[in-house]
């Protein structure tokens, strides 16, 4: 399979690194010569330094006989115009990161006035995945599946749980609850579960099933904490991300803040959410922090532009007793580093 990615930031550089293990031909494409070198030499593609809108660069990368056109770079214009183009030029599938509200909103409209085969939005993928984590506080990681229809919830058994000392047959035989425990991790080993293995503390299980079938679940053994626990939510940074979630946490009823240091953006998100709560100040203010309460959220959502930043908040909003607490991190390193810490990212 021949696949162009046109623009080589973090997310072009993600795809290329992870399609390399396939038995893919990657082409990048680039305007920075630099980027393109950088890459080129860790990651198994070849490059071509240019303007992915333009059909010579385009013809260049072999867009005539590419199966897949996938375009990331940070203008949502030139990735729209990239594929329009490639469909002109070529027959590939074409696939655009399209990341602003107001086309993200006309989507539909957009794949098919120029024939998209899929229009991805990260922000609002990371808003959806943090509002599942909200959604079920005691998960440390959620995945879903059939268009969010089902979803893989991994989490920790505590020593309270009432579930401890049951085997996985008695739990179904009692409870009546379609779910299925797809894997488990004890003590280091990771198996397979059968009907008769018994549940211990400290167990941590890896199930999927419906949504309906896993609120039933966590409700039954006392670990729901939905809209009922979940209330307060105070959000650092009013970026795309800060905006998808905290429309998404409104309509299902949470008080949400967001402190923002830009006073534009602020003004913006006021008027895109009248629900919301948005603060201008510097969320890196301890002082303002207490203020605003961090010490009595039920959740604490850090989601500024810098990791650095995100670490040292949630770590200062957990020191502070704030509930659940989310860090956006970027950096695949770091982002393992504060997991040890008992703060989700």
Do not use: W
Request: with cysteine; glycine share 8%; proline share 2%.
């Amino acid at each position: 399979m021949q696949i162009i990615i046109v623009g080589c930031g973090k997310v072009g550089r993600t795809l290329a690194e992870q399609l390399q293990e396939e038995d893919t031909d990657i082409t990048l494409i680039d305007i920075n010569p630099d980027r393109i070198n950088e890459i080129t030499d860790e990651v198994d593609a070849m490059g071509v330094v240019g303007n992915g809108a333009s059909i010579n660069t385009l013809m260049e990368a072999g867009i005539e006989t590419a199966d897949i056109l996938i375009a990331v770079t940070v203008s949502d214009e030139m990735n729209l115009l990239c594929c329009l183009i490639a469909q002109k030029t070529g027959h590939c599938h074409t696939i655009a990161r399209v990341r602003n509200p107001i086309y993200f909103k006309q989507i539909g409209l957009l794949k098919e006035e120029l024939h998209l085969s899929m229009a991805v939005n990260p922000e609002l993928i990371v808003a959806n995945d943090i509002s599942r984590l909200l959604l079920f506080p005691v998960a440390s990681k959620i995945e879903t599946f059939v268009k969010g229809r089902v979803e893989l919830i991994e989490f920790t058994v505590s020593e309270d749980n009432r579930l401890v000392g049951m085997s996985l047959a008695a739990i179904y035989k009692k409870f009546q609850i379609k779910i299925l425990v797809c894997a488990v991790e004890h003590e280091g080993k990771v198996f397979i579960p059968d009907g008769e293995y018994v549940l211990q503390a400290g167990d941590k299980l890896h199930i999927t099933g419906a949504h309906e079938a896993m609120e039933a679940f966590f409700k039954m053994h006392g670990k729901r904490q939905l809209q009922t626990k979940i209330k307060k939510v105070l959000i650092c940074g009013g970026g795309r991300v800060a905006y998808y979630l905290a429309a998404r946490l409104c309509k299902i009823g949470m008080h949400v803040k967001i402190i923002e240091k830009d006073e534009n953006r602020c003004e913006e998100l006021c008027d895109c959410l009248p629900k919301v709560t948005v603060i201008h100040g510097d969320a890196t203010d301890h002082d303002l922090l207490s203020e605003e309460g961090v010490e009595n959220v039920d959740a604490f959502v850090a989601l500024t532009g810098i990791d650095e930043e995100n670490i040292i908040l949630s770590l200062y909003a957990k020191s502070q007793g704030a509930g659940k607490i989310i860090a956006k991190v970027n950096e695949d390193r770091r982002a393992r580093m504060v997991a040890d810490f008992g703060i989700d990212s």
